[in-house]
C-alpha cells in the first residue's frame, strides 16, 4: 500500500487494538500457503471539504465473501461484521483524508494446507493521497511473457493473495524492463488484465471491455467506469467482449482501472505509442466522471458512498 503510514488503531480477530499488533501468526495457514483473501477499499474526501466517504463498500465485502467461500472457510464472516470492523477502524482513528483500507480474511492457527479455520479476520487503514502524475500522463505496459493464472488453476475472479504472484512476476519482469507496469494475456491468448486493474480499450469510438470470463478479478471500479460510459457521451456503445493482443495496437486509446489505479491511461504498450501517446478523450471524461462519483459531486446510485464522520448513514 502505498502512501503514508499505517493509522494508529487497527483490527484483528474481533477485537480494535494498535495497529502495529495487527500481526498474523508465522506458522498460521494464511501465511504459509497464502490461504488468505483480501479486500483494498478506497474512501474519498467529498469535495469542497465534504464528509469522508467510502466508495462501494458493501460489494467490496460481498466479494470478500465470496472469496472466503471460494477458500472453503469454515466461519464464513457476515458483511455486517466486516462492515463493522471495517469503519470502527476508520471512526477510532479520526480519519479524515483519503485513504485506503485493506480488510484480510486469512486462515490463522497452524493447521496443514487443507485446513479451514480458525478465520481471522484484519483490517488496517493508511492516507492514500492521489497519484496526479500517473493519472495526469498516464502509464507505459509491457505485454507480459507471463500469462494470467487461468480460472482453472487459481480462483482468477476472487481477490486470493494466492492470485498476486503471478501479477507480481509479471510486474517485476516489467519494471526490469523499463516499463511502469504490464498486461497479462490469458493462456488463450486473449487480453485478460493488468497485475492490480483491468483493461479497457477504446476503438472506432466504442468502448470494449475483456469480459469477466477472462480470468479477471471480477472488478468493482471495471463495473463503475462501464455504468459512467453507457450513461455518459464519451463513447457511442459499451461492449464486454474477448480482446485480441493486436487490438492493443488498433485502439485508439486503453486504460487501466481498479480501486488503486482509478482511471489511468496507457500511453505506450511494449515500444508502440497508444493512439498519439498521450492520454485521449474518453479516458479523460471517464476519469472526470469517475472522480465525480467517488468525491460526491455527481449523484452515486444507492449505498455507492458511505460517509465515515456520520458513521453508518449511507446514500440509501
Ligand atoms: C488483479 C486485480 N484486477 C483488478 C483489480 C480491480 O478491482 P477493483 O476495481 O474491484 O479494485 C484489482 C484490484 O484493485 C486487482 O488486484
Known amino acids: 500500500m502505498a502512501g503514508g503510514a499505517p493509522y494508529f488503531v487497527g483490527y484483528l480477530d474481533g477485537a480494535f487494538i494498535p495497529v502495529e499488533d495487527v500481526r498474523l501468526p508465522l506458522l498460521a495457514p494464511g501465511v504459509t500457503y497464502a490461504a488468505s483473501v483480501f479486500e483494498g477499499i478506497r474512501a474519498y474526501r467529498g469535495a469542497d471539504g465534504g464528509d469522508l466517504a467510502l466508495f462501494r463498500m458493501r460489494e467490496h465485502l460481498e466479494r470478500l465473501v465470496t472469496s472466503c467461500k471460494v477458500l472453503c472457510l469454515d466461519e464464513i464472516p457476515d458483511v455486517a461484521d466486516l462492515e463493522a470492523a471495517t469503519l470502527g477502524v476508520l471512526e477510532r482513528s479520526g480519519a479524515q483524508e483519503d485513504c485506503y483500507i485493506r480488510i484480510q480474511v486469512y486462515v490463522g492457527g497452524d493447521g496443514e494446507m487443507t485446513a479451514r479455520g480458525p478465520t ?17 500522463d498516464g502509464l507505459r505496459c509491457q505485454v507480459s511473457s507471463w500469462r494470467r493464472i487461468s480460472d482453472n488453476a487459481s480462483p482468477a475472479r476472487v481477490k486470493a493473495a494466492a492470485n498476486y504472484l ?44 475483456p469480459p469477466v470470463t477472462a480470468d479477471i478479478l471480477e472488478s468493482l471500479t471495471r463495473d463503475t467506469v462501464l455504468a459512467c460510459a453507457r450513461q455518459g457521451r464519451a463513447v457511442s456503445e459499451v461492449i464486454e ?30 515500444r508502440f505509442e497508444v493512439g498519439d501517446g498521450r492520454p485521449g478523450p474518453v479516458s479523460r471524461a471517464l476519469q472526470d466522471d469517475y472522480f465525480a462519483l467517488v468525491r460526491g459531486t455527481s449523484a452515486a446510485p444507492r449505498g455507492w458512498l458511505t460517509p465515515i464522520a456520520s458513521q453508518r448513514e449511507t446514500t440509501e
Open 120 to 136: 481471522g479476520v484484519a483490517v488496517i487503514a493508511r492516507p492514500r493521497p492521489q497519484l496526479a502524475a500517473r493519472l495526469q
Open 166 to 209: 503471478n501479477g507480481r512476476l509479471a510486474g517485476l519482469q516489467a519494471k526490469a524492463d523499463g516499463y511502469d507496469t504490464a498486461l497479462l494475456l490469458t493462456e488463450a491468448g486473449e487480453v485478460a488484465e493488468a497485475p492490480g486493474a483491468c483493461v479497457l480499450i477504446v476503438r472506432d469510438g466504442v468502448l470494449i471491455a
Open 241 to 270: 467482449r474477448p480482446v485480441d493482443r493486436t487490438e492493443l495496437h488498433a485502439a485508439s486509446e486503453v486504460m487501466l482501472v481498479g480501486t488503486g489505479m482509478e482511471v489511468t491511461p496507457v500511453v505506450g504498450i511494449d
